[in-house]
């Protein structure tokens, strides 16, 4: 298993600013990825960390609102650029110690924008 | 059609209650099924992996994977308040993006003491 730290646990942003968020997992793990949890809705995932190189983001998301860094194994960061309401939600960071075993959450990052 | 629906609940049980939660897919090519417990604000909680169909047990929990109906359940029995939470399904494919989860809305469960 993995322990996944995510800060902040929380916050709240005015619009047009931007927020970084940080992962950091205890043990060397193959894939990191960003997700969102908006309320009444399914977990979605942004895009996964690659470390070295450019994210690989899904459909709808782009690197411009949702830049990703990935130095090492162990850490990655999403930040939320030019923040509007629209982008109040939950941001969780995913890790998998190994393809097909299961994934390991972080307890989130609430971020409200106002 | 989503690729996974789950019925948000709220469902309320009392204490000692069987619990049922539900999710249904459309995509066949599914081969892993999950299910996770979120508490309020904390981040979700692995409970049961699974492959292909069948069951599992741990505990008070059995997930089943019927996978001719596209079909996965997890039962909770002798429910405890602390099982009060969102309960998430989520499934991934066996191919070369195996590791993209596609996930439920998750069910709002609250045992009542």
């Known amino acids: 298993s993995a322990v996944i730290s995510q800060k902040p646990s929380r916050d709240i942003c005015q619009r047009g600013t931007s927020l970084t968020i940080q992962c950091q997992v205890d043990?060397?793990?193959?894939?990191m990825f960003w997700y969102r949890q908006q309320p009444g809705q399914s977990l979605t995932l942004i895009a996964t960390?690659?470390?070295?190189?450019?994210?690989?983001?899904e459909s709808g998301f782009v690197i411009d609102k949702f830049p990703i860094s990935r130095p090492n194994l162990t850490f990655s960061t999403l930040t939320v650029s030019n923040m509007s309401p629209e982008d109040s939600s939950i941001y969780l960071c995913?890790?998998?110690?190994?393809?097909?075993?299961?994934?390991?959450f972080g307890q989130g990052t609430r971020l409200t924008v106002v | 059609q989503k690729e996974v629906e789950q019925d948000p609940g709220p469902l309320s049980v009392p204490e000692g209650a069987i619990v049922s939660l539900n999710c249904t897919y459309s995509?066949?090519?599914?081969?892993?099924f999950m299910w996770y417990r979120q508490y309020s604000r904390k981040g979700p909680e692995l409970l049961m992996y699974?492959?292909?169909?069948g069951n599992k047990e741990d505990g008070r929990f059995t997930a089943q994977v019927d996978k001719s109906s596209k079909y996965i359940s997890l039962f909770i029995r002798d429910s405890q308040p602390s099982d009060s939470a969102t309960y998430l399904c989520?499934?991934?494919?066996?191919?070369?993006?195996?590791?993209?989860?596609?996930f439920g809305k998750g069910t709002l469960l609250t045992v009542n003491p």
């Open positions: 995913s890790a998998l110690t190994a393809v097909n075993t299961e994934a390991f």
């Open positions: 043990s060397q793990v193959t894939m």
């Open positions: 960390a690659n470390q070295g190189s450019e994210a690989t983001y």
């Open positions: 995509n066949s090519a599914f081969q892993y």
């Open positions: 699974t492959y292909s169909s």
């Open positions: 989520a499934m991934k494919d066996s191919g070369g993006s195996n590791y993209k989860l596609t």
